[in-house]
């Protein structure tokens, strides 16, 4: 092996390479088996993204929070919630993150600082303002991070919410996933500036755009500005130019896009085949090493889904519980 | 030690005391404390009508102003909540509940339910509400049956400075989202008030007056109106039984069915518009679980289906009236089949 030329350890770079590959399969997993019927509701799927979620939550713990949008498998799997429990919850299972009743769009697991997926855009701009006000009071160095992507950007609860951040110095790193598409309308059309990082200017917050697709890039910037807001430095703005291999949902049929768009990014930006072409290639990690990351990933997500379909629904009885109910 | 203090200052005492008790209570809104950044006095509002005044000399920068971003704010409440901090955040006038209805209904109010049980949301949303003020259409409006239709929300407005006070306290305890709701034209009106903390639990309702011919059913300032009405019938020898809800989710069903299988007459008294509101709610619940104590049709007094007009000689005829009730009261002793929609115009 040789020398590492990478600013992450080969065991950060494996564990990286893990969280992405089990997020890929999760996602395609998930998008055979909704073709199939197997899943009720709606499934927004994370697949192509991987190394925005990856690299950005290498930086965080268990103290602090994330805020995560209705496209949220990919960012809950980075932040250590339970695969089993995930699919269980996406099947409607009683074994589910939120025991059945949540569903794709809102699994949470506060306990790993995931505060939700969120199926009303912008929504968790907002959310994380407090979550990072709460990290203030208690001054436990807590930060929080909330993404949106491009379409959310255009919220009057996110840019309210950048506002709120600056003039409350919040330890907040607002992520703009910019997939290109605000569901399927594009983002060159949609928002009306040329950069995000304008937008972070405007509100007095340093602004950062990476290339979404490759790891190193959004760690090393994540890292800075994840720190400056641990240490007191106020929000951050990071935007993440990324690509999604599948429709704004399952069962788009996506004629919003070119003729061959998506198989071109397959072949050029897909984010997990760079990250492995480049560890190979510089001798750090051997290709086998990462064959038997994938062949355990793919035990897991099977197991996953075997767990998931076999778990009891929910009881009738929970219809009526965790909530107050008058009649 | 108990004294005459106003509902404005009774609201003040709760935050006081909470805050003072529980280091994970912090206060939040427009001009709470007034001033922040400006060159003039520190604490230069408390509040645009100063219930929170003095409080941010005790409890320093557990008071947050904050910018006018009803949506951020009251979302940052409502994460702050789900973070382990117990935030009151006022919201001023309960009509810009429009602005960041969905931080309430669809963020807040869903956590604990749609996280499986697993989260819990104490925020309390505080603010004004009602009619009365001349303040206009979009400062005026009881929206409480808005509240009250969403589940995991639970919604109070108290009618006086005792329960403001043991129901305030109840709401920054408890561990639900509240939507906590002061009429205006109440901040005045002053009763004996223990100096000390105390609670007073949701869903217990209030006979105010006893009675037997008629159960009156009221929240707010109408339960003023109510009374009002009580004894003006007295004088006619009808005696009515006025109920003061308190808190409208949860509601105290048991209070209201015992009465009128007792009184067998019902009129319901609810400053919001007619339809979908508390009065609705009430009679058909009653009509449903006690239709055979009923020797007459329920009567619902409430405001009309119209915006809160601003002159006051039209702002006057809004709000329920005690004639409007004593006359709601009058036609369920001499039923005349007519049809009566009961509005207090």
């Known amino acids: 092996m040789s020398e590492n030329p990478f600013p992450l350890s080969k065991d950060d770079l494996l564990k990286a390479y893990r969280t992405m590959r089990t997020?890929?399969?999760?996602?395609?997993?998930?998008?055979?088996?909704?073709?199939k019927g197997d899943i009720p509701g709606f499934v927004h799927l994370y697949a192509g993204e991987e190394a925005c979620a990856t690299g950005i939550m290498m930086h965080l713990n268990d103290n602090d929070r994330i805020a995560?949008?209705?496209r949220g498998h990919g960012h809950c799997i980075a932040k250590g919630v339970d695969v089993h429990a995930m699919m269980a919850e996406?099947?409607?299972?009683?074994?589910?993150a939120c025991r059945g009743k949540g569903g794709s769009m809102h699994i949470a697991d506060l306990s790993k600082g995931m505060m939700g997926a969120n199926g009303i855009l912008g929504a968790g701009a907002p959310l994380i303002c407090?979550?990072?006000?709460?990290?203030?009071?208690?001054?436990?160095?807590?930060?929080?991070?909330?993404?949106?992507?491009d379409g959310a950007s255009n919220q009057g609860t996110f840019l309210e919410s950048l506002n709120l951040a600056a003039v409350w110095n919040l330890p907040v790193v607002f992520v703009v996933e910019n997939n290109g598409y605000a569901e399927s309308t594009a983002m060159e059309w949609a928002v009306s500036c040329d950069s995000y990082v304008d937008r972070a200017t405007g509100f007095g917050m340093p602004g950062v755009t990476v290339d979404g697709t490759d790891l190193f890039a959004v760690h090393e910037a994540a890292g800075e500005i994840i720190r400056r807001a641990r240490d007191g430095g106020g929000p951050a703005l990071l935007e993440c130019n990324m690509v999604r291999f599948y429709g704004h949902f399952e069962g788009d049929a996506q004629t919003y896009r070119a003729k061959g768009e998506v198989e071109a990014l397959r072949a050029s930006r897909d984010c997990l085949v760079m990250l492995a072409e480049r560890v190979v290639e510089a001798g750090v990690v051997a290709r086998d090493e990462l064959h038997r990351i994938d062949r355990e990933v793919a035990d897991l997500i099977e197991d996953a889904v075997r767990a998931a379909k076999a778990a009891p629904l929910p009881a009738p009885s929970e219809l009526l519980t965790d909530v107050y109910v008058s009649y | 030690m108990s004294r005459k203090i106003s509902m404005k200052t009774a609201i003040n005492e709760a935050l006081d005391l909470e805050m003072r008790r529980d280091p994970t209570v912090i206060v939040m809104g427009e001009d709470i404390v007034g001033g922040t950044g400006a060159n003039g006095e520190d604490d230069a509002w408390?509040?645009?009508?100063?219930?929170?005044?003095g409080l941010y000399a005790k409890h320093g920068d557990r008071l947050m102003d904050t910018p006018l971003s009803e949506s951020a704010y009251i979302g940052a409440a409502v994460g702050a909540a789900a973070c382990g901090l117990r935030p009151v955040a006022e919201l001023m006038f309960m009509d810009f509940m429009g602005v960041c209805f969905d931080q309430i209904f669809n963020q807040a109010a869903k956590f604990r339910y749609m996280f499986g049980g697993k989260a819990q949301?104490?925020?309390?949303?505080?603010?004004?509400?009602?009619?009365?003020?001349?303040?206009?259409?979009?400062?005026s409006q009881m929206l409480t049956p808005l509240f009250t239709h969403i589940p995991g929300l639970k919604v109070v407005c108290p009618s006086n400075a005792y329960d403001a006070k043991g129901l305030l306290i109840q709401s920054i305890r408890d561990n639900d989202p509240v939507i906590f709701c002061e009429h205006k034209n109440l901040y005045g009106l002053e009763c004996d008030v223990?100096?000390?903390?105390?609670?007073?639990?949701?869903?217990?309702?209030?006979?105010?007056?006893?009675?037997?011919?008629?159960t009156i059913v009221s929240y707010g300032l109408t339960v003023h109106r109510a009374l009002e009405a009580a004894t003006a019938l007295a004088k006619d020898r009808i005696e009515a039984e006025v109920i003061d809800l308190r808190t409208l989710s949860p509601i105290d069903w048991d209070t209201i069915i015992e009465s009128v299988e007792r009184t067998g007459r019902l009129v319901v008294v609810d400053e919001a518009h007619p339809r979908c509101n508390l009065a609705t709610d009430i009679a058909a619940f009653v009509g449903q679980n006690a239709f055979g104590a009923l020797k007459a049709g329920a009567q619902m007094v409430t405001g009309p289906h119209t915006p809160v007009p601003f002159s006051p000689s039209l702002e006057d005829l809004y709000v329920p009236s005690a004639e409007a009730i004593a006359a709601a009261v009058r036609r369920t002793l001499s039923p005349t089949g007519s049809r009566s929609h009961g509005i207090a115009a």
């Open chain 1, 23 to 35: 997020i890929r399969d999760f996602e395609e997993r998930l998008h055979i088996d909704f073709a």
């Open chain 1, 68 to 70: 995560s949008t209705h």
């Open chain 1, 90 to 96: 996406i099947y409607g299972r009683s074994t589910g």
């Open chain 1, 130 to 149: 407090g979550a990072a006000l709460a990290a203030k009071v208690r001054g436990d160095r807590g930060v929080g991070i909330t993404f949106v992507g």
């Open chain 2, 46 to 53: 408390g509040g645009v009508l100063g219930v929170t005044k």
């Open chain 2, 121 to 139: 949301t104490p925020v309390v949303i505080r603010g004004m509400v009602g009619a009365g003020f001349r303040a206009a259409a979009q400062h």
């Open chain 2, 194 to 214: 223990p100096a000390e903390s105390y609670a007073i639990p949701f869903g217990e309702a209030n006979i105010l007056r006893d009675g037997d011919d008629v």
